[in-house]
Every structure is written in structure tokens, then in C-alpha cells.
């Protein structure tokens, strides 16, 4: 079975970082290029970051750029989201993609662009 694992969230003050994990399972990890997408309560998805399938090209949505890296380890199938600097305006659950084609990457948070999605992990940032 196809599956995608988030971790990592939770409730930090303005201003302060944490790390999202998504672990995946029951596909070649290191043949997709993965991404990240948001929802905050009460609007649409947002694309936040994609990664490519080696690692080597990461891409950024407006909203988090400067404050967030992208990062994956094929050996441990999983990819993470650091964000630094966090606003109250990131609150939303976070999650992680996967694109239905080898090799492709996506840059949307387009439902149907993924044929994977993980059960989401929530970030709150509130003092």
C-alpha cells in the first residue's frame, strides 16, 4: 500500500521554526519528486515546496520562500520542511504529495496533480 506519514507539527510561538517529516511507503521513494501543500481553516489548499526526485532542485511558493528549505533522504524514504520564522499566518495543516508520473514534479495544490496524499500534520503558531 501506497502511503505518505507526516510528523513534526505542532502549536510554537511567532518567530520560532520546526520541522516537518513525511515518511513514505509501498512506492519507490527516490523515483518521485515530492512536495508540500497547506490548508489553512477556512481557505483552499496552498502549494508551499516541491523537491525533486534526487534532491538536487527544490522550488518555493511566495507565501514561505526565504524562511523554509526543502530537503529529502532517499535512504530513509522521507522528506522534511524545515520553517524558520514562523507567523501566525502559517497556521494551516501541512501536507505531503505525491505526483502520479516517475520523475515528475508538481507545483500545485491541485488535488487531482497527486495521486498520494498524507493524513496531514497541523501546525498552529500563536503566542
Known amino acids: 500500500e501506497v502511503q505518505l506519514v507526516e510528523s513534526g507539527g505542532g502549536l510554537v510561538q511567532p518567530g520560532e521554526s520546526l520541522r516537518l517529516s513525511c515518511t513514505a511507503s509501498?512506492?519507490?521513494?527516490?523515483?518521485?519528486?515530492m512536495s508540500w501543500v497547506r490548508q489553512a481553516p477556512g481557505k483552499g489548499p496552498e502549494w508551499v515546496s516541491s523537491?525533486?526526485?534526487?534532491?538536487?532542485?527544490?522550488w518555493y511558493g511566495d507565501a514561505m520562500e526565504g524562511r523554509i528549505t526543502i530537503s529529502r533522504d532517499n535512504a530513509k524514504n522521507t522528506m522534511y520542511l524545515q520553517m524558520n520564522s514562523l507567523k501566525p499566518e502559517d497556521t494551516a495543516v501541512y501536507y505531503c504529495?505525491?505526483?502520479?508520473?516517475?520523475?515528475?514534479?508538481?507545483?500545485?495544490?491541485?488535488?487531482?496533480?497527486?495521486?498520494?496524499w498524507g493524513q496531514g500534520t497541523q501546525v498552529t503558531v500563536s503566542s
Open positions: 509501498g512506492f519507490t521513494f527516490s523515483n518521485y519528486g
Open positions: 523537491i525533486n526526485s534526487r534532491g538536487a532542485k527544490a
Open positions: 504529495a505525491k505526483p502520479r508520473l516517475v520523475g515528475e514534479v508538481a507545483f500545485t495544490a491541485t488535488r487531482e496533480s497527486y495521486d498520494t
